[in-house]
């Protein structure tokens, strides 16, 4: 096996598939990795969005409130922080489980990718002058005639095709989901029924991703949106951190040196926490501490950071691990090599969970506050015990925070959830018993 940056407990631990935090040797290094991305593109996606604000609310009248945002509130938790937060500061919830039109945090990344399509179809084809023109002018027939002219095509775990396949047949393009085995029924269906194409394959989110872009490339009219490969995805969720900003100066939340912002991604193949965590290092540089949260089998991003820059990531089926997880929208094998690069010395560290343990948090979020996610997101509640293990307190001493946990501020982001049926989601509270 290549060089990793693991000793060797963190080796056994991955390979017996048992809870871990990882921490990044690499956080802060300028010379960590190249620069592969830039901040003009971070707000370039910002004041695109902006400009589809208008037609967004046509398409979708739920965005009408929000004046055609797609965003979801910062949440206070006094009840739950008490039971989930043993080093001190106060519990913040990330409600993106009810973003809307997508109910995933996969609404920003996707839709802005699919609308940085449509913008430069309706420029190329002289539906819009420029981009200061009305955007409302993408509803037309002429607009709608063009776009059925094109197919947007993905492949997903689920939430991502949820996105593409659902903003993609509003603005009228053909649209098809490669799902992996790992997606669930309802997703399928929920796609079916508005009109999507969704290829089931036998295969993992990987697999499926490679056979969407094969057969993509193989019609010159297809527009593939390539998840482990878009900097147009990243930048969309980085879009988030911008908001975030924007939400903690309205509750007067401080982020500094004596006020810490302590925040938990659950990650897939890095996209959409790598954006967020991107966007955030923007704000609030080296105050705001970025921990991604992934199942123990599954743990991709953390082998990733402990891959050497600027080569592929090593596969968790190296380590014996078989993406045996309930958590759908982070069942993923290897993650995405650039996202890796593009946040390297970005991201604090990587803690790892059991379904049992993601399964005893997503009922908590119920049974305290009516909240109901996927199980993908409810491990982003493991983030504040994990500081407070071995690996956990090391990092608070290293970056001297010992005394600020105080008046720290823990962000647990809950991705996805609002979609989940009833049913589902009485099985998910049934997993655990408390
Ligand atoms: C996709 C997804 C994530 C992770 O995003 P990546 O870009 O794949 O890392 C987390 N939670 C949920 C619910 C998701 O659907």
């Not at 659950?266 to 949260?293: M, R, S």
């Amino acid at each position: 096996m290549r060089a990793l940056t693991l000793d060797s407990s963190e080796l056994q631990a991955i390979k017996a598939a048992t809870p871990l935090l990882w921490l990044n040797p690499r956080l802060g290094d300028p010379n960590a990795a190249p620069a592969v991305v830039n901040e003009n593109e971070l707000h370039e996606a910002e004041a695109r969005l902006s400009r589809f604000a208008p037609l967004l609310t046509q398409l979708f009248p739920e965005l009408v409130p929000s004046k055609g945002l797609i965003e979801s509130p910062l949440l206070p938790a006094l009840t739950l922080n008490a039971k989930i937060n043993p080093v001190g500061g106060q519990l913040w919830l990330k409600a993106d489980h009810a973003l809307p039109v997508a109910g995933s945090i996969k609404a920003r990344g996707g839709i802005h990718e699919v609308l940085c399509f449509a913008e430069s179809l309706a420029l190329e084809h002289g539906l819009l002058q420029g981009v200061d023109d009305d955007y409302q002018a993408l509803t037309s027939p002429a607009a709608t005639a063009l776009f059925a002219q094109y197919t947007v095509a993905v492949g997903s775990t689920g939430n991502l095709g949820l996105s593409i396949g659902i903003i993609g047949a509003a603005l009228g393009f053909k649209a098809i989901v490669h799902m992996s085995t790992d997606a669930k029924e309802w997703k399928k269906s929920r796609l079916r029924d508005r009109g999507v194409t969704v290829v089931e394959h036998d295969a993992d989110y990987g697999a499926a991703v490679a056979a969407g872009r094969a057969s993509a490339q193989a019609d010159p009219k297809a527009y593939f949106v390539d998840d482990e490969n878009s900097s147009k995805l990243f930048m969309g969720y980085a879009v988030a951190a911008l908001r975030l900003q924007q939400q903690l100066q309205k509750q007067g939340i401080q982020v500094d040196a004596q006020h810490p912002l302590f925040v938990y991604l659950p990650a897939g193949v890095g996209g959409a926490p790598g954006g967020i965590t991107y966007g955030l290092k923007q704000c609030f540089g080296e105050h705001v501490h970025c921990f991604f949260a992934e199942p123990t089998q599954a743990p991709c991003l953390l082998l990733g950071y402990a891959s050497p820059a600027g080569q592929e990531p090593t596969s968790v089926y190296d380590f014996g691990l078989q993406i045996d997880t309930d958590a759908d929208g982070l069942a993923v094998g290897t993650a995405a090599q650039w996202v890796c690069d593009a946040t390297r010395d970005l991201v604090s560290g990587v803690y790892t969970a059991t379904d049992k343990q993601l399964y005893h948090k997503l009922r908590l979020l119920y049974e305290t506050l009516s909240i109901e996610v996927e199980p993908s997101a409810a491990i982003a509640c493991l983030g504040p015990e994990m500081l407070a293990t071995d690996s956990g307190k090391r990092y608070i001493s290293q970056h001297n925070l010992e005394s600020s946990l105080e008046q720290a501020n823990h962000i647990a982001w809950l991705t996805g959830g609002s979609f989940v049926p009833a049913t589902e989601h009485q099985k998910y509270r049934e997993a655990y018993n408390l």
